[in-house]
């Protein structure tokens, strides 16, 4: 078993102004969330490998002065994977993943909406 964890607190404000009138001052940055946060469980047994992960990224401005905010979200993904097979000299991953489970509506860019859950099947063949 394994747990993997990561906080980022990033404080980015406008500091001078480029007119009077700008009242962007002192607020945060379009698009940069002051809170994130990921988390990482993962089980591996042999060649099988199994992974649960969260991401947790807060709320941000749309605008440089912060009249347009966008809502935190907070996404999980799970995922296993096996590595044991081989074709002669060729090794192969096999690994199945589910991204955004329980089906989150959430916008990462304001009105572009990201996907809803996604399933990815992966084979690598490695010569």
């Not at 002669?88 to 991953?93: L, M, N, V």
């Given at each position: 078993?394994?747990?993997?964890?990561?906080?980022?607190?990033?404080?980015?404000?406008?500091?001078?102004?480029?007119?009077?009138?700008?009242?962007?001052?002192?607020?945060?940055?379009?698009?940069?969330?002051?809170?994130?946060?990921?988390?990482?469980?993962?089980?591996?047994?042999?060649?099988?490998?199994?992974?649960?992960?969260?991401?947790?990224?807060?709320?941000?401005?749309?605008?440089a002065n912060a009249a347009r905010?966008?809502?935190?979200?907070?996404?999980?993904?799970?995922?296993?994977?096996?590595?044991?097979?081989?074709?002669?000299?060729?090794?192969?991953?096999?690994?199945?993943?589910?991204?955004?489970?329980f089906n989150k509506e959430y916008?990462?860019?304001?009105?572009?909406?990201?996907?809803?859950?996604?399933?990815?099947?992966?084979?690598?063949?490695?010569?």
């Amino acid at each position: 078993w394994a747990l993997s964890t990561s906080y980022i607190y990033t404080q980015a404000v406008t500091l001078n102004t480029v007119s009077g009138t700008d009242t962007s001052v002192g607020k945060q940055l379009p698009y940069t969330p002051l809170h994130q946060a990921n988390g990482k469980l993962q089980f591996q047994k042999n060649d099988l490998r199994w992974f649960f992960t969260s991401v947790f990224v807060g709320k941000r401005s749309v605008t440089a002065n912060a009249a347009r905010e966008m809502a935190a979200y907070q996404i999980f993904n799970t995922g296993l994977s096996y590595q044991g097979f081989s074709f002669g000299k060729a090794k192969t991953y096999l690994g199945f993943q589910i991204n955004n489970l329980f089906n989150k509506e959430y916008q990462v860019l304001y009105l572009r909406p990201m996907p809803g859950r996604a399933y990815h099947l992966n084979l690598t063949i490695q010569l």
